[in-house]
Nanobody, 117 residues
Framework: QVHLVESGGGLVQTGGSLRLSCAAS????????MAWYRQAPGKPRDLVAS????????NYADYVKGRFTISRDNAMNTVALVMNSLKPEDTAFYYC??????????WGHGTQVTVSS
């Protein structure tokens, strides 16, 4: 069974930075892509950033471009999200997501990010 475990969430002030990490129980090369989603209270879950395994192509939501960076470490089987210039509207529960080459999808349980003003 594949498990994704997020860590690194916490409380930061506006303009601060935070690094989230997603650790996979298996080899992340087994996944076609991985991503970070976020969900604020009362709002739908939104895609924040994604990265493909082949080629490492990245994609970002417009509201995080230039501030967030997604990356992966194949040796450590982790995917990270470095968040800079954080804003209160970034406050949400952040989830790690993965999809394998058979389009099976996996979700982590999430980690809370809170940005105070």
């Amino acid at each position: 069974q594949v498990h994704l475990v997020e860590s690194g969430g916490g409380l930061v002030q506006t303009g601060g930075s935070l690094r989230l990490s997603c650790a996979a129980s298996g080899n992340i090369l087994s996944f076609q892509s991985m991503a970070w989603y976020r969900q604020a209270p009362g709002k739908p879950r939104d895609l924040v950033a994604s990265i493909t395994t082949g080629g490492g192509r990245t994609n970002y939501a417009d509201y995080v471009k230039g501030r967030f960076t997604i990356s992966r470490d194949n040796a450590m089987n982790t995917v990270a999200l470095v968040m800079n210039s954080l804003k209160p509207e970034d406050t949400a529960f952040y989830y790690c997501f993965a999809r394998n080459y058979l389009y099976k999808e996996y979700w982590g349980h999430g980690t809370q990010v809170t940005v105070s003003s």
